[in-house]
């Protein structure tokens, strides 16, 4: 009827009167067992060759559990189409089909849980309504655990507050200049082409230092931070959960919020206005080297009009966001890091959670400070 | 090949720190040999540069007739494929439910059809003594025994010759402890398994172990039948079976 020759295994397969012989040589196993399947298949199909398959596999060198199973699916597909098997086979090979015909399982493959759009639209509302009430908690928790702190300044812990200092905001001190940097050299580079048309070159002082000072600064490194020092906080607390160092904690006494949570938000409100700062000066060196450069702006000029043209209120301005930043960005890393569950997945799903949330968070957050300060008239 | 694992002068280093020096050690086929040791001898290192995970400073290791320290990344993952590794806590994907995790060889290097994978899956899950409804979950819905169970199902899916189980017994409890000792005893009748194991329970050591080596002080003290091994003179020896010859 029809033979197939592979390289580890041979079937062939003909009709003898009222019978199909089916031999097969060499190899049956997992990896062999897939180029016959289909040819099997067809054997099966409508209308049928006969009513009785015989297979020899006596020539069968190796032999293994997924060729028995092959074997049974075969047999019972027959059966259902009315047509019987018959299997010669080595002793040893013979137990090993008797093992997978000794059953007493339903097998079968997984189904499909997909929900459809309204059920999976409702499932994502009810888990945010959920998450958002776990951060009411969390930031209940919070505010009772600086209730601790404030009445009893002993248990604040310093060591840990320094630890987190140098973590989140020293060692990031370096990405944090390079991107300012960058950041004023391309702002001033762009506006110095068109104010090159209008003559207006000395007003590359009033726009970089109202623009960097006001809003680019404090952004660009909330942004910088949210990326590297919340998504941090994220994954290490995510981490200490799953291997149950929390519950250490809670169980030898210290609570994770007065050791873990509180030092490394204090860290950030702390330190969130001196990176602002640190942005201000790197950006406005990047504008100056630009304005002096492409404009012709000295720096004992650029200097004394930045001290005329940008009033002070502007860099207190973008100072005062400063901690808020950085409450939001350490909120936010820690809470996701404890809402990590018991397995690896949900580290990487609340890491970038975390980014994700603080980023936008801290956009809401500046928008509400532009729109407060502009409705009182600074 | 009478041997499946031949190590010769094996030497393994840690920087400074020497773990394994001229070890030598062979398992035959068909046999359950265990490592065992005191913690830190380096009976999981050893197992680890058995299955390419680790590589060794000095000395040959041949697994199913493969020299290591020459192989080529083809012959590599054909290896991979003869042999299953359970790990001392499943190391399941934990983004993969059972069912996935147990057919993702089968996905990965064959092309036999989704209801075939759904037979093998299922019944691989039957032997090592799963209900089937474990296949819809995920590995942290699951306990840290059924996990075990469910890794030593992934390890047997594509039916290896040599099955490696990194303390297949630990952080059981003494039933189903016992349970895991007959599971591997019926296993090795039923598929023609050679077996390497590291363990510390030593229940387990005399229902299942044929032979074993006792690695001590860098190498390996005693090597053989449990009777040869207890009649070692050494320390770790001595204190490890005390009170528990009859």
Request: proline share 2%; glycine share 6%; with cysteine.
């Amino acid at each position: 009827m029809f033979s197939f020759n592979g390289k580890t295994l041979s079937l062939h397969a003909k009709v003898q009167g009222d019978t199909v012989a089916i031999v097969i040589n060499g190899m049956m196993n997992v990896k062999s067992i897939a180029s016959i399947e289909p040819l099997l298949q067809q054997l099966l199909t409508h209308p049928l060759p006969s009513k009785r398959f015989e297979w020899h596999l006596q020539e069968v060198t190796h032999f293994d559990s997924a060729a028995a199973l092959l074997l049974y699916m075969f047999e019972k597909k027959a059966r259902s189409l009315g047509a019987t098997c018959k299997f010669y086979t080595q002793t040893h090979h013979q137990n090993i089909i008797d093992a997978v015909y000794h059953r007493n399982y339903e097998s079968g493959s997984v189904t499909d849980h997909r929900l459809n759009a309204v059920a999976a639209i409702g499932k994502t509302a009810v888990a945010k309504y959920r998450s958002f009430k776990d951060f009411l908690a969390f930031v209940g928790e919070l505010f009772s655990a600086l209730l601790i702190y404030i009445l009893n300044p002993k248990s604040i812990r310093f060591k840990e507050i320094y630890y987190a200092i140098e973590e989140s905001s020293i060692n990031a001190l370096g990405i944090i200049a390079l991107t300012t940097f960058l950041i004023g050299v391309v702002l001033a580079y762009q506006s110095s082409v068109q104010l090159k048309m209008y003559g207006a070159n000395i007003f590359i002082v009033d726009m970089l230092g109202i623009s960097v000072l006001r809003e680019l600064a404090p952004l660009i490194a909330a942004i910088v931070i949210a990326g590297r020092s919340g998504s941090a906080f994220a994954a290490q607390i995510g981490v200490m959960k799953i291997t149950e160092e929390l519950d250490a904690m809670k169980t030898m006494g210290f609570d994770p919020y007065l050791f873990l949570v509180l030092p490394r938000i204090i860290a950030l409100m702390i330190m969130m206005p001196l990176i602002i700062f640190f942005a201000d000066v790197m950006a406005m060196l990047g504008g100056m080297v630009v304005a002096s450069i492409e404009l012709g702006i000295s720096a004992q000029l650029f200097l004394d009009r930045f001290n005329e043209a940008v009033a002070m209120k502007h860099f207190f301005i973008g100072i005062s966001k400063g901690p808020f930043f950085g409450f939001l960005i350490a909120a936010i890393g820690i809470f996701r890091g404890l809402m990590v569950e018991n397995d690896t997945r949900s580290i990487g799903i609340n890491t970038t959670k975390s980014v994700v949330e603080a980023i936008f968070m801290v956009i809401i957050c500046d928008a509400i400070f532009s729109i407060i300060y502009t409705n009182i008239g600074i | 090949m009478q041997h499946v694992i031949e190590a010769k002068n094996i030497v393994t280093r840690f920087g400074k720190n020497v773990v394994h020096q001229d070890l030598n050690l062979h398992v035959n086929r068909g046999e359950i040999y265990g490592l065992l040791g005191p913690s830190g001898c380096g009976k999981t290192t050893l197992m680890k540069e058995m299955v390419l995970l680790q590589h060794f400073q000095g000395g040959t290791m041949k697994v199913l007739g493969c020299d290591l320290n020459n192989i080529t990344h083809k012959k590599a993952q054909e290896l991979r494929q003869q042999w299953g590794v359970l790990f001392q806590f499943g190391a399941l994907y934990s983004s993969l439910n059972i069912y996935d995790n147990i057919a993702l060889s089968l996905r990965e290097y064959t092309t036999i059809s989704e209801a075939l994978v759904a037979e093998i899956v299922s019944y691989k899950l039957d032997i090592v003594g799963l209900e089937q409804r474990v296949k819809e979950q995920y590995p942290s819905q699951i306990s840290g025994g059924m996990r075990k169970k469910a890794g030593l199902a992934r390890a047997l899916v594509m039916d290896p010759q040599l099955l490696f189980l990194d303390e297949p017994t630990s952080g059981l409890d003494p039933i189903s402890a016992r349970e895991f000792d007959m599971l591997i005893l019926r296993l090795r009748e039923r598929f023609d398994l050679s077996i390497v194991m590291v363990t510390h329970d030593l229940d387990s050591i005399e229902a299942t172990l044929d032979r074993a080596a006792i690695l001590d002080e860098k190498s390996v003290v005693a090597e053989g039948d449990l009777k040869t091994i207890k009649s070692t003179n050494n320390v770790f020896i001595k204190t490890f079976f005390k009170g528990r010859q009859p």
